[in-house]
């Protein structure tokens, strides 16, 4: 593991779906979720972090945001502090403050994204930078402003553009360990990673490239088999997970939880 410990997680927040998460937000034609489906691949996957050595602190449901499950896109941690952020849509603008309390008792600093709009699953920390993507929840305004205050965190952000299409940074690609990342075959084509070995997901899995390295596991939807053959060759150990309900309104695995090494 690198001097970053990039993967050395402590302490994760979730937050319980509330049963307004059958109206959460999504890019197809998907049926509604579940939500006691939903409720029970949750509930999985909190246990998959707790058995990979994470303390989960699970938060309240709020029946008022339907996609307030997705704790990873308001609001973005590192060990040196947390940042409230401003996602792109108007129906998760007011999920940030729901978040604020908990991130400063956490956290002993938590800075606010004040101008534009950037969403936490379009950033992806890499082991020398972090990058942040452009999409239709992250513009560049919002990505400059983040740029700005991480660097205040003594991080590096690169600002990109990936393909046309791409819902988020993170939907179509994961770090699975210092040298490689994951991705979808048209997000590998489009040269963001510099040096980093880049994996493409195999034909018909390319939604198994949002997938979730905590500490010495990688968790990975349990439909998609030839990605989970792919990141065990390198020698990590693979937990599948039931995710299929909660991918019906674009979810991933990463975007359910913030992680983070306490200090």
Not at 64 to 91: C, M, N, Q, W
Not at 159 to 169: D, F, I, K, S
Not at 225 to 244: E, H, Q
Request: proline share 6%.
């Amino acid at each position: 593991m690198t001097g970053n410990r990039i993967f050395d997680f402590t302490d994760a927040l979730v937050r319980t779906p509330a049963p307004s998460v059958v109206r959460g937000l999504r890019a197809g034609g998907q049926d509604d979720p579940d939500h006691r489906t939903v409720l029970a691949e949750h509930t999985t996957y909190v246990d998959a972090l707790r058995a990979a050595g994470v303390a989960v602190e699970v938060l309240p449901p709020l029946d008022a945001y339907p996609d307030s499950i997705f704790v990873e896109d308001p609001a973005f941690v590192v060990p040196e502090g947390a940042i409230l952020l401003r996602p792109g849509t108007p129906s998760r603008l007011g999920e940030s403050a729901e978040l604020a309390a908990v991130l400063e008792r956490r956290f002993a600093t938590v800075k606010t994204l004040d101008r534009g709009y950037a969403d936490g699953g379009d950033i992806l920390i890499l082991p020398d930078e972090i990058l942040i993507g452009l999409s239709a929840r992250t513009d560049q305004e919002g990505a400059e402003r983040f740029a700005e205050l991480m660097a205040g965190f003594g991080r590096t952000v690169r600002v990109v553009a990936p393909p046309a299409g791409t819902l988020h940074l993170k939907t179509a690609s994961s770090l699975i360990d210092e040298k490689a990342v994951i991705a979808t075959p048209a997000l590998a084509d489009a040269g963001l990673f510099g040096d980093l070995d880049v994996i493409e997901t195999p034909e018909g899995e390319e939604a198994a490239a949002n997938l979730l390295r905590v500490n010495d596991v990688v968790l990975v939807g349990a439909g998609y088999p030839a990605t989970a053959a792919l990141v065990a060759a390198r020698g990590l150990n693979i937990v599948p997970l039931a995710v299929s309900e909660i991918a019906k309104i674009d979810a991933g695995l990463s975007c359910m939880s913030l992680r983070w090494r306490a200090s």
